[in-house]
């Protein structure tokens, strides 16, 4: 168990009031370390990073980053409607795959820009040629980038520009998909030196596709967290509201989702519901529940809940966009709460079996102007006081993969991002205020505000500079992976 200094007793303190004292001989190098922790009760991560599920953090890009980095992103809810949140969803799981079994197909009548319009959409240019542009109908052929990169015509029929089905090299289903045997189609694809195989069934209709660029990928990402299928991993966020969470999860389920986030900034009792709901509907999803910051509280979900609770996401009003706790006067010292929280779950362990949790909100960089250098005491600080993995909002809405544009700070003399609380007035008039609970009163009180980060640049920089940072750290305390940080960190408060 870890070390506790008796001063931290029953007091409230953040990241920044705390110290982790180094007491070994570290004899291995940084690159030995290895992050590998529990997201939720099932699944594994080889970094221990989560994007929020914030409008000005993750949609697919961001989730692809972190998936491909060996962390997981969150798809937020704050869209318009429940199947723009499900396309994103969509992205993320047909951004690189094994077998892509529902491909995007056209038909013959469809035109170059339908291509283009694909390619914007979902970010590839390989789309099999159906008779009817369906699933249901005959293979007549392919469109590759190959094939249109060169014309500016957007009108004309693909039928013209298409390799037709008598040219084509494909493969049967009996022989790689019915067999579970994708080295087969890999094989076949390379062999014909091929960006996209399409492997058919006895009546010559799509069953699925490979594509060169994801075995490309799967060799330049080793932590990439992936499915059976070899597809990313994603969660959504869903509202504390049984029926649109219903929707939103048999949707997403649909989809390919991973699990869910019931997202609420306090835990509300309708969680509970949704999460048994979710459990005995889809029992493959992950259901994680949140935000508690007491042992009462997560006592008392575990007590109803430990059978539905895939994870417990702690933090009230931490973050760099809440105002929660000035607002409300609502909420507690993050470090604190992590630690308490954790202690808690041990206790009941040995009844309810062990629930991992997201340290989520109040993990901040240092920020010099013109020194953005990832500084990663506080997650390390996080997985020392129990928390399997952390959650990041500000940390992420500064690089290109979170959604807005970047621009210039005239103030700041600095490129920025924005990002915004989900609570925050201007998030909450995107489309009701679910996730506050109050969308049928009129009178709305933001727990969330709208600030500038600064720019960070591509996220594929940014976040394996944060992992060997983390990593760094352990090996500084001699630690080889998180299991020994938590067993043996050495917390102290600095003074103040
Ligand atoms: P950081 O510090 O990483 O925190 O930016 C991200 C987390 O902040 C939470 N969040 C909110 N909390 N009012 C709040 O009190 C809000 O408007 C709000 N929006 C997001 C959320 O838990 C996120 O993961």
Same mark, same amino acid.
């Given at each position: @168990?870890?070390?506790?200094?008796?001063?931290?007793?029953?007091?409230?303190?953040?990241?920044?009031?705390?110290?982790?004292?180094?007491?070994?001989?570290?004899?291995?190098?940084?690159?030995?370390?290895?992050?590998?922790?529990?997201?939720?009760k099932?699944?594994?991560?080889?970094?221990?990073?989560? *994007?929020?599920?914030?409008?000005?953090?993750?949609?697919?890009?961001?989730?692809?980053?972190?998936?491909?980095?060996? $962390?997981?992103?969150?798809?937020?809810?704050?869209?318009?409607?429940?199947?723009?949140?499900?396309?994103?969803?969509?992205?993320? &799981?047909?951004?690189?795959?094994? +077998?892509? +079994?529902?491909?995007?197909?056209?038909?013959?009548?469809?035109?170059?820009?339908?291509?283009?319009?694909?390619?914007?959409?979902?970010?590839?240019?390989?789309?099999?040629?159906?008779?009817?542009?369906?699933?249901?109908? &005959?293979?007549?052929?392919?469109?590759?980038?190959?094939?249109?990169?060169?014309?500016?015509?957007?009108?004309?029929?693909?039928?013209?520009? @298409?390799?037709?089905?008598?040219?084509?090299?494909?493969?049967?289903?009996?022989?790689?998909?019915?067999?579970?045997?994708?080295?087969?189609?890999?094989?076949?694809?390379?062999?014909?030196?091929? =960006?996209?195989?399409?492997?058919?069934?006895? =009546?010559?209709?799509?069953?699925?596709?490979?594509?060169?660029?994801?075995?490309?990928?799967?060799?330049?990402?080793?932590?990439?967290?992936?499915?059976?299928?070899?597809?990313?991993?994603? +969660?959504?966020?869903?509202?504390?509201?049984?029926?649109?969470?219903?929707?939103?999860?048999?949707? $997403?389920?649909?989809?390919?989702?991973?699990?869910?986030?019931?997202?609420? *900034?306090?835990?509300?009792?309708?969680?509970l519901?949704?999460a048994k709901?979710?459990k005995e509907?889809?029992?493959?999803?992950?259901v994680?529940?949140?935000?508690?910051?007491?042992?009462?509280?997560?006592?008392?979900?575990i007590?109803e809940a430990s059978d539905y609770c895939d994870?417990?996401?702690?933090?009230?009003?931490? $973050?760099?966009?809440?105002? !929660?706790?000035?607002?409300?006067?609502?909420?507690?010292?993050?470090?604190?709460?992590?630690?308490?929280?954790?202690?808690?779950?041990?206790?009941?362990?040995?009844?309810y079996g062990?629930?991992? !949790?997201?340290?989520?909100?109040?993990?901040?960089?240092?920020?010099?102007?013109?020194?953005?250098?990832?500084?990663?005491?506080?997650?390390?600080?996080?997985?020392?006081?129990?928390?399997? !993995?952390?959650?990041?909002?500000?940390?992420?809405?500064?690089?290109?993969?979170?959604?807005? /544009?970047?621009?210039?700070?005239?103030?700041?003399?600095? @490129?920025?991002?924005?990002?915004?609380? @989900?609570?925050?007035?201007?998030?909450?008039?995107?489309? $009701?205020?679910?996730?506050?609970?109050?969308?049928?009163?009129?009178?709305?009180?933001?727990?969330?505000?709208?600030?500038?980060?600064?720019?960070?640049?591509?996220?594929?920089?940014?976040?394996?500079?944060?992992?060997?940072?983390?990593?760094? *750290?352990?090996?500084?305390?001699?630690?080889?992976?998180?299991?020994?940080?938590? /067993?043996?960190?050495?917390?102290?408060?600095?003074?103040?």
């Amino acid at each position: @168990m870890a070390k506790f200094h008796p001063d931290l007793i029953n007091k409230e303190f953040w990241y920044k009031d705390i110290t982790l004292i180094p007491n070994r001989l570290p004899d291995f190098e940084r690159d030995k370390v290895d992050l590998t922790t529990h997201f939720t009760k099932r699944l594994k991560l080889k970094t221990p990073f989560i *994007s929020s599920p914030m409008d000005t953090v993750t949609e697919a890009e961001m989730a692809i980053l972190m998936a491909l980095l060996g $962390g997981i992103g969150v798809i937020h809810y704050n869209f318009l409607t429940i199947d723009e949140q499900i396309e994103e969803v969509e992205k993320v &799981k047909r951004f690189e795959a094994g +077998f892509v +079994f529902n491909p995007v197909v056209l038909s013959p009548k469809n035109t170059i820009g339908d291509v283009y319009n694909v390619a914007d959409k979902y970010g590839f240019f390989s789309v099999p040629i159906t008779e009817d542009g369906t699933l249901n109908s &005959k293979l007549s052929g392919i469109v590759t980038h190959r094939d249109i990169r060169y014309r500016k015509d957007m009108e004309t029929k693909l039928k013209e520009v @298409m390799t037709p089905r008598e040219k084509l090299i494909v493969a049967k289903k009996s022989e790689t998909v019915d067999k579970n045997n994708l080295q087969a189609a890999n094989e076949i694809l390379r062999k014909n030196n091929l =960006d996209t195989l399409i492997i058919v069934d006895e =009546d010559n209709k799509v069953a699925a596709l490979v594509a060169d660029s994801d075995i490309r990928k799967n060799e330049q990402f080793p932590l990439a967290t992936k499915d059976e299928n070899k597809q990313l991993r994603v +969660f959504s966020a869903v509202e504390s509201r049984l029926k649109l969470a219903k929707e939103r999860i048999g949707k $997403g389920y649909d989809a390919g989702l991973d699990g869910i986030i019931i997202d609420a *900034s306090v835990v509300f009792k309708e969680q509970l519901e949704i999460a048994k709901y979710c459990k005995e509907n889809f029992p493959e999803l992950e259901v994680v529940l949140g935000n508690v910051d007491s042992a009462e509280m997560v006592r008392k979900i575990i007590e109803e809940a430990s059978d539905y609770c895939d994870a417990l996401r702690i933090g009230i009003g931490p $973050g760099a966009a809440c105002i !929660t706790q000035q607002e409300l006067g609502t909420g507690r010292a993050q470090a604190s709460a992590v630690w308490e929280c954790g202690e808690a779950i041990k206790k009941l362990e040995p009844k309810y079996g062990f629930i991992p !949790t997201i340290a989520d909100g109040g993990i901040k960089i240092p920020d010099t102007i013109g020194q953005d250098v990832a500084k990663p005491g506080d997650i390390t600080k996080a997985l020392a006081l129990g928390a399997q !993995t952390v959650m990041m909002g500000s940390l992420l809405a500064g690089l290109d993969e979170s959604p807005g /544009e970047k621009e210039f700070d005239y103030e700041e003399n600095r @490129m920025v991002k924005k990002y915004r609380g @989900m609570g925050s007035t201007e998030a909450m008039e995107k489309r $009701g205020a679910l996730r506050y609970g109050i969308e049928k009163v009129k009178i709305r009180i933001p727990e969330g505000k709208v600030i500038k980060v600064p720019y960070r640049g591509s996220g594929y920089d940014f976040i394996p500079q944060l992992i060997a940072g983390v990593k760094q *750290s352990l090996q500084k305390q001699g630690f080889k992976n998180i299991k020994e940080l938590q /067993e043996e960190a050495d917390i102290r408060p600095l003074p103040k």
